[in-house]
């Protein structure tokens, strides 16, 4: 019995000497603090400061649980998430709003950055997501809407942008000397959708709408398959490729001022691709002195010009035009690789350049 209740007393006083330390560990973030283990937000933080939370650490989880990481408005500056370097970082199911910029990657210290954001929300802050010297940052699920400079902007770093919504804002994405991939997304109402810097920029299976420019890429490598490109002034505008030649295929454009606009020294495969109701399908930029083409097998329906390639190296072959207000192919000087057609077109002739 003495045994027994020795053994108790020594259970009570371990207990009455841990308690502390317990609910120490458990008290909820406040803003400002550097997170160094995986946390749970358990209310709103609403902050006045330069940093909301700074996270430091490996295989660490930050669960918004459905709440809020407000800032003291995008005019004050701040960073709502930093994340330091050397860490990887899950944060999910909430929002960062009101900061000059709402996640960003620290370089401080050259280490590699691994961050995952999964059912996040960025909204009105100056930037969404900032991604700087060698991050690697995955967006799935997400949306980046309202913020006032950019919905995410990388810089020598790598971003997977998947399944998620960009819109709202002068720039939705922004590479510069930077990896980027968009798949699945929904870039709706931005001044430009995605552009392109100096960088290797893929979108595939995603929408981009409603814009004046819908993607603009420049001295960069271009892969644009399988999207759909509508309802802006220019849907797809090229210039200076770098590292081989952009590659735009099964793509819809539709309701543009200009489907794809070709810059100087651009060099494009386009294939397969449907244009419909646009001012011109396929045209060249005011500058454009010289600009390198394929187009093989692509359909025009509808647009007031198919195709109008008065400039550059232009090889044409199996194109469709039906039913434009004015030309269906202007090509002067293109090569002609056979069987394109032109039908319905309002210019007489259909088509300059190659045979219709």
Partial sequence: MKVRVALLSTACLTA???????????????????????????????????????????????????????GPGVAAGGTGVLVASGTSLT???????????????????????????????????GTGLLADQGAEVTVTGSNLTGNRTAGAALFLSLVRLDASRVAGSPTGVAAGEAQLVVTNTDVDRNGVGVSC??????????????????????DSRLVLRANEVRGTDVG????????????????RFSGNGVGLQLGTFSRTSLQRNRFERNGTGVGTAASDEEHTLEAVRNT??????????????????????????????????????????????GHVPQCLGVTC
């Fill in 300 to 345: 025009f329906d509808r647009n007031h010009d198919g195709m109008l390639l008065d400039v550059g190296t232009n090889r044409l072959g199996r194109n469709v035009v039906r039913d434009s207000t004015d030309w269906g192919i202007r090509a002067p000087g293109a090569v002609d690789l056979g069987g394109n057609v032109a039908t319905g077109n």
């Fill in 16 to 70: 009455l000497v841990l308690a502390p330390q317990s609910a120490q560990a458990a008290a909820p973030p406040q803003c400002g603090d550097t997170l160094r283990q995986s946390t749970t937000l358990t209310a709103d933080l609403v902050c006045t400061g330069d940093v909301g939370l700074v996270v430091k650490g490996d295989d660490l989880v930050l669960d918004l649980n459905g709440h809020t990481v407000r």
């Fill in 236 to 251: 797809v505008t090229t210039g200076l490729t770098s590292d081989g030649t952009d590659d735009v295929t099964l793509n």
């Fill in 197 to 218: 810097r100096s960088s290797y920029c893929e979108v595939r299976q995603s929408t981009v709408h409603r814009g004046t420019t819908g993607v603009d890429a420049f």
């Fill in 91 to 125: 944060v999910t199911h909430g929002t960062v709003r009101g900061w000059g910029t709402g996640v960003r990657t620290s370089t401080q210290e050259l280490e590699p950055v691994y961050v995952t954001l999964r059912r996040t929300t960025l909204r009105d802050n």
